[in-house]
Nanobody, 124 residues
Framework: QVQLKESGGGLVQAGGSLRLSCAAS????????MGWFRQAPGKEREFVAS????????YYADSVKGRFTISSDNAKRAVYLQMNSLIPEDTAVYYC?????????????????WGQGTAVTVSS
């Protein structure tokens, strides 16, 4: 079983930046994708960004393109999300996910491994 632990959330003013981190532990895979999802109050969980094991395939939701950057460190089994130019609509709980299948991860499959989430609040 994989355990994922997010950190870096908090309260920030609109226009500010935050960097989220997620570290994996437990079961290992020869390769895997990692990513970020978010769930705002009263809304469904939505895809934010994902990165393949090689780093050669990166995907972003349209709503965060140009503002958020995902990166990873395979040696540390970690994934990061640099969030710039934050807006109130980015307010949500951000979840880290891991899956050996990048396509399965991108759809937010329940069978992927999920963290407990870290809250991000952007004030106007």
């Amino acid at each position: 079983q994989v355990q994922l632990k997010e950190s870096g959330g908090g309260l920030v003013q609109a226009g500010g930046s935050l960097r989220l981190s997620c570290a994996a532990s437990g079961r290992t895979f020869s390769s895997y994708a990692m990513g970020w999802f978010r769930q705002a109050p009263g809304k469904e969980r939505e895809f934010v960004a994902s990165i393949s094991w090689s780093g050669g395939n990166i995907y972003y939701a349209d709503s965060v393109k140009g503002r958020f950057t995902i990166s990873s460190d395979n040696a540390k089994r970690a994934v990061y999300l640099q969030m710039n130019s934050l807006i109130p609509e980015d307010t949500a709980v951000y979840y880290c996910a891991l899956d050996p299948s990048h396509s399965r991860l991108r759809i937010g499959a329940e069978s992927s491994s999920w963290g407990q989430g870290t809250a991000v609040t952007v004030s106007s």
